[in-house]
């Protein structure tokens, strides 16, 4: 262990879709991450797709042993961060891959999965996602109810992002653990169906769970592009209304994933396939400036904590945004 691993804190990034790739692995390093939520399985894939895509997943991490390596347990985090190497927690966004049995939960659990969302921004078995809103989210459904109770018993993390704001409701009623949401910002200062409401962030916090404040732009403001300081707007009115010890930080920062101009306009564009989340944001938003200013590469992280120090948060403080606040949960979710 070297000097500076020791006086480096431990950094978690609760959402991160990026490529698996040496080049943006020594991003992720240069933005003092130690450990990051992968999505490991795009939100589309079925079971067979999933288990490729897992696999893929796998060898790539295993490929570069120097930089980055699969991490199940806190204490795995932990060693990864001593080591110098990234830690990869995997997960999905999605859980079509076991829409034909939960009971396959504990299939992937075994493979190593430890963070899933019930649904993404689609319905499927176990509810609806963030692009169904008022009557149009008819919450959690049976399905979800023993898909919720599964992931408890498997010691799985349940993560809530792209979830309806009904679903999410009724899933904050029904939890027995700590769940997050890994990735989103309150809905107060920004009104977009991703984000979550007051009533949410308190709901999280008293599962004992926590909400990862995200840096993904159409969540952050609508009628310009977003700046660091408005990603602090939120960070502030998360902290207001939740706690300290319930919020984090998260980037989704989609890097080296070989995503063209064309692939980005189809998808997360203005005319993109939701409508409701990027068709309603001004002309700022293009592919060339797609994400917050100040926040274009995950290499840029340090300047979320100057920018908490800026605003007169504590050392203390902001340590559990940074970690503390997701080691607290996934200590009392994981099972080894």
Same mark, same amino acid.
């Given at each position: ?13 609760? /959402? ?46 295993? $490929?570069?042993?120097? /930089? ?8 795995? =985090? ?17 859980? /079509? ?13 075994? /493979?190593?999965?430890? =963070? ?67 990735? $989103? ?25 926590? =909400? ?41 920062l989609p890097e080296d994933i070989g995503q ?37 590469? =995950? ?38």
């Amino acid at each position: 262990m070297s000097a500076e691993t020791k006086t480096r804190p431990i950094v978690i990034d609760g /959402l991160n879709c990026a490529g698996v790739t040496p080049g943006q692995l020594k991003r992720t390093l240069e933005g003092g991450i130690s450990a990051m939520n992968l999505t490991a399985i795009r939100p589309g894939a079925h079971l067979h797709d999933a288990l490729l895509q897992l696999e893929d997943a796998r060898r790539a991490i295993e $490929a570069v042993p120097e /930089l980055a390596t699969v991490v199940t347990t806190v204490d795995q =985090i932990a060693a990864a961060h001593d080591k110098g190497v990234v830690g990869i927690i995997l997960g999905a966004q999605n859980t /079509l891959m076991v829409e034909p049995d939960v009971k396959l939960l504990a299939s992937f659990h075994a /493979l190593g999965m430890r =963070i899933i969302q019930p649904t993404y921004n689609e319905r499927n078995a176990f509810g609806y996602g963030a692009s169904f809103t008022d009557m149009g989210d008819r919450g959690i459904t049976e399905a979800g109810r023993m898909w919720l109770e599964a992931m408890e018993e498997f010691g799985i993390l349940v993560d809530l992002s792209h979830c309806g704001h009904r679903t999410s409701l009724d899933y904050l009623a029904a939890a027995k653990r700590p769940l997050v949401f890994s990735h $989103a910002n309150a809905y107060a200062v920004c009104p977009s169906p991703r984000n979550k409401t007051d009533e949410m962030i308190r709901g999280v916090a008293k599962t004992g769970g926590l =909400i990862g404040a995200v840096t993904w732009a159409p969540v952050v403001r609508w009628d310009q592009r977003p700046t660091l300081d408005d990603y602090l707007d939120h960070l502030d009115h998360l902290v207001k209304v939740g706690g300290i010890e319930h919020v984090a930080f998260a980037s989704d920062l989609p890097e080296d994933i070989g995503q063209t101009k064309a692939d980005w306009e189809k998808l997360w564009g203005p005319n993109g396939v939701y409508p409701n989340v990027t068709g309603v944001l001004g002309d700022w938003y293009t592919y060339e400036d797609r994400s917050t200013e100040g926040m274009e590469t =995950i290499s840029q992280t340090p300047l979320v904590w100057d920018k908490m120090r800026a605003r007169g948060y504590h050392e203390s403080d902001i340590e559990k945004v940074m970690s503390g606040n997701w080691l607290r949960v996934l200590g009392d979710v994981w099972k080894n």
